[in-house]
């Protein structure tokens, strides 16, 4: 019998949604019978962004801005459904992990706060199926950052008994895990993913991304201005640590870019192709013990650019795409979602105390019938 869940990831990449309907029925892991992505619009992509700052009329724009995002939801539910020929009453439950706009945890009052824009209940009723949603607002609560929350499922696909391996999801922000063989785990946010070379390509390609890292390819990292860019004091914090646009926003990048006036558009874009190479490659080195083998998925893995300079700060490890590891890149953190969703359904509680710093092991995710 299939054990359906659907689940859709919108990251800080914020350039659309990504969705899978993945059956856990098989003892292996997770089968993937279909994919979908679907892109925003520009005028609700632009809206997502300003929201990350303080703004006027904050509270208004984000129900609506959250309106909206569930309609994407409910398009790429609709076409993950009819690419598979399935109904709506055979799948258990959708995992939607909404779209980060603010991530402050343990600030302020010790406690902190994440927000992932999301109206659940009007997912549940475009869909006709039961939503799990608000996954990291429950780890905040006990102590955690909240984020990252797919090493966990990382373990359950990825983990080898006999090696020690990396996962590294390069979206907006990247994060790493690390797969010990005794089973245990650690994982943490690296810092910058693709939220700075998606911001220069968008500004001097006018393309959402580099395609290939062919632009970055065509430049020389600038060595004083990567080694400003890695004197952040966040990329010496120990885990467990997770970060976002918050810090990483445009007005970060363009107080370190204002010396360089002059730099060449591809030299900045292979500068800051390197800092995430640079940056991810180090907290690879760092771990102990130190993975043989690194599987990277997110949209990352397709800029060939930034595989070759993770390769070539990681001489002693095999760097592969995890497509070559039976999931591809653009699945892995959807497929995470609808394997949490089946979690939270079951009642089944998850101990990330190694990746988020939370007190203990706890359930993850709101439940919203359909």
Known sequence: MRDLFIGLMSGTSMDGVDGVLADFSSPTGVNVLAHATEGFEASLRSELFALNTPGDNEL???WLAGNALMRVYAAVVG???????ISADQVTAIGAHGQTVRHRPRLYDGTGYTIQLAQPALLAELTRIRVVADFRSRDVAAGGQGAPLAPVFHRAVFG????????LNVGG??????LRPDGSFLGFDCGPGNVFMDLWASRHLGTPYDADGAFAARGRAIEPLLQSLLSEPYFREQPPKSTGRDLFDPAWLEHRLAPYGDATPEDIQ???????AAACAADARASRPSPSRLIVCGGGALNRHLMQRLQAHLPGVEVISSAEAGLPPLQVEAAAFAWLAKKAVRNEALDLQSTTGARGARVLGGIYPA
């Open 270 to 276: 292979a500068t800051l192709t390197e800092l995430t």
């Open 60 to 62: 208004h724009r984000a």
């Open 79 to 85: 076409q993950l459904l009819t690419t598979a020929g």
């Open 160 to 167: 080898q008994a006999d090696d020690c391996v990396g996962v």
């Open 173 to 178: 922000i990247s994060n790493l895990t690390l």
